[in-house]
């Protein structure tokens, strides 16, 4: 089960460094387009918002990558230089308080974005066609799920350390 729940996570990060350069190379392409047509007048009025949108997103896919290392708020300080006997159960609690700390954080990023979508807020116009907001908040409730699944997949881990 620990090695299933290890390749599970592996994947899922797998995934979402995927993603991470898939939006990293559309956020170049974008600004070097935008920069390119402003040179001949032009311009790409929507791009430099949905640049600001895509540096949220690719923000949370790499703190939840940094979360699949255990490399996510110092955490991993808390059980450094403790005594070998403690240090499962020091892992332990920083990944579980990590993964409360996202849910909660997760349930506040949720109720703002159906508050954004109750509001009908336009967050940019492509061409004639509105763009709500709430599709691109909708990334932060998102985020915060990620960092909290591997917060709680590492939780896992330490709880087989414990039991041996």
């Known amino acids: ?32 387009a935008s920069v390119v047509l402003r040179r ?15 540096v949220l997103i690719t923000g949370f896919l790499g703190a939840a990558l940094a979360a699949a290392h255990e490399k996510h708020f110092a955490w ?4 450094m230089g403790a ?3 403690l240090q499962p159960w020091l892992r332990l609690l920083a990944n579980l308080a990590s993964a409360v700390v996202c849910a909660l ?7 703002f974005t159906l508050e ?22 909708a990334g932060i409730p998102a985020g915060f799920a990620l960092i909290m699944l591997h917060a709680l997949f ?11």
């Open 154 to 164: 590492k939780s896992a881990d330490a709880a087989w350390d414990l039991k041996r």
């Open 116 to 137: 954004e979508k109750a509001a009908s807020a336009v967050l940019m116009t492509v061409g004639s066609t509105p763009v709500p907001a709430w599709l691109f908040t």
């Open 40 to 54: 001949f007048g032009r311009g790409i009025l929507w791009g430099e918002t949905l640049l600001k949108q895509l």
């Open 76 to 79: 991993e300080a808390a059980h």
């Open 1 to 32: 089960m620990r090695e299933r729940l290890r390749r599970a996570e592996a994947s899922l990060a797998s995934a979402e460094g995927a993603l991470l350069v898939v939006l990293l190379g559309v956020m170049i392409a974008l600004a070097f």
């Open 105 to 111: 954080l997760m349930k506040a990023a949720w109720h």
């Open 83 to 85: 005594p070998q006997a």
